[in-house]
């Protein structure tokens, strides 16, 4: 496809006409006749030979040539030579709009032909995680593609397209979504529809939320362990059901209705004891550990409880009481948007400060002079002396608190490479993603730019200046004889 980069210069082709009109404004050569009848005879000649005169044509060519030149067209390929091609592979991408095939079935025949006619090519699989394949000939990443599949929570785009371009630099990039593309370059192919969804958007022990995503009301019901309820939800709205039985370890519910997703019309929830390995004998905090629901254990630990000042973040969340004490202070201020602090209060009361942990630790307690008693980093603490905690119930809503997390084994698809809602090992995984469930709708497709772009100015004007050689050395038409 040849694309105008200055299509005004095409103002001038009416030009050739000057070129031509000064062209034939020339004399014609003249001969001597004895008659008449031989001059008109030699004219029509001359006249029916300058209707074919290859040097005006020459020169016509060459003047168009030139003004098609000064437009700057430019030559844009079918498909690139280097390629990285991103899959959207989220759980929206299961939908189907109507009768038709999945949104990644739909993407899946957009991208082969891109694909196919690359040179080079990486394929990324956009989840939670992107999955790179390649870099190989687009032809042979086509049985990749083939076996891509979709449910995870969420497509990351933005980082799918980053680890393409690491594996390939300075490649096209196409991005076949259902969801708005990434900010940056690159082309894009929508594979969205108009399907209407209902589906669970957040499990609990005792509790469930349903997002409906359709253009009208909602009826129907949602079952859980034994357990029937009536919703009736309007289009864009949340519907809440609270469960007459609260159970305290899984539930699972369902859906019946039956939509564009289905990925979201079953859900399951876990909750388990955290297991926690102590590295020090201390039967009061056994003790509080117990009373906060957790197991202690010796190995495979979700959580490590151990004294001494952090000095690298540790590869699970761990809990550090300090072994070394300095002036005792009372706490006068505390980090109430932290989640470790729902039902905490520490007001007024002492402790011995800490030596401070190493950079990166943020503070959650203070005292009055600004110094941190209470430290965190991720999921890990960093505490003042156990001795400090003795008797005091701060410490089991403090253990609570940062243990929660732990106990919850609900986690979103996509995860450990599981597509499928359900029980599995010791974690249940759900899709429970409203942007998910909020199918995206249609957008327009952006493919300026995926092509190689070859100027073809410079050729224009090289075959413009032939052919003005050319007819310099052309000859008139022979006048008649």
């Known amino acids: 496809m040849i694309e105008l980069q200055n299509p005004l210069a095409l103002a001038a082709l009416p030009l050739a006409l000057l070129v031509y009109w000064l062209y034939r404004q020339r004399r014609l ?8 009848w031989l001059l008109k005879r030699g004219r029509r000649r001359s006249a029916r030979l300058r209707r074919w005169d290859l040097r005006l044509l020459a020169l016509l060519a060459a003047f168009m040539l030139l003004v098609l030149a000064a437009a700057a067209p430019v030559w844009r390929g079918f498909a690139p030579a280097r390629l990285v ?54 032809a042979a990443l086509l049985g990749n593609l083939e076996s891509l599949r979709a449910g995870d929570a969420a497509a990351d785009l933005a ?51 349903v997002f409906n995503a359709g253009p009208g009301v909602w009826r129907g ?61 201390s039967k009061a905090l056994a003790r509080a550990l117990l009373a906060v629901g957790a197991r202690l254990v010796a190995n495979a630990p979700d959580a490590v409880i151990t004294t001494g000042a952090p000095a690298n973040a540790n590869a699970r969340p761990t809990l550090y009481f300090a072994s070394q004490a300095g002036r005792r202070e009372l706490v006068a201020g505390f980090d109430l948007t932290s989640e470790l602090s729902r039902g905490l209060d520490l007001s007024g009361l002492g402790f011995s400060l ?5 950079p990166g630790w943020h503070a959650l307690a203070r005292t009055a002079g600004g110094d941190g008693l209470i430290w965190q980093k991720g999921a890990s603490l960093y505490l003042p002396p156990l001795a400090d905690w003795r008797d005091r119930p701060q410490l089991v809503v403090l253990l609570y608190n940062w243990l929660a997390p732990l106990a919850n084994r ?69 006048p008649a004889r």
């Open 29 to 36: 050569p003249t001969r001597p006749a004895t008659a008449v």
């Open 85 to 138: 091609l991103v899959v959207d592979a989220s759980a929206s991408m299961t939908a189907r709009d109507g009768a038709g095939p999945t949104r990644l079935a739909r993407a899946r025949e957009l991208a082969k032909p891109w694909l196919r006619r690359a040179g080079q090519a990486v394929l990324v699989r956009a989840g939670l995680e992107p999955q790179t394949f390649g870099p190989k000939t687009g």
């Open 159 to 209: 980082a799918a397209r980053a680890a393409g371009l690491r594996l390939l630099p300075a490649a096209r990039v196409l991005i076949v979504s259902d969801a708005a593309p990434p900010a940056g370059p690159g082309a894009y192919l929508n594979v969205a529809g108009l399907g209407a969804n209902v589906g669970i958007t957040a499990l609990g022990p005792g509790f469930a939320a």
């Open 221 to 281: 019901r949602l079952l859980s362990e034994g357990e029937s309820h009536a919703l009736q939800i309007a289009p864009g709205r949340y519907g809440l059901v609270r469960f007459a039985k609260n159970l305290a370890r899984r539930r699972a519910a369902l859906e019946p209705g039956g939509d564009a997703l289905r990925l979201d019309d079953v859900a399951y929830s876990l909750t388990s004891a955290p297991r926690v390995r102590l590295t020090f004998e």
């Open 354 to 358: 800490p030596q401070p942990p190493p």
């Open 410 to 478: 609900t986690r979103p698809l996509g995860t450990d490479g599981v597509l499928q809602p359900g029980f599995n090992a010791t974690a249940a995984y759900s899709l429970l993603s409203p942007g998910e469930t909020n199918l995206p709708r249609p957008r327009p497709n952006e493919t300026a730019g995926l092509g190689e772009r070859q100027p073809l100015a410079p050729w224009l004007i090289l075959l413009s200046a032939l052919l003005l050689v050319l007819a310099g050395r052309l000859r008139e038409p022979a």
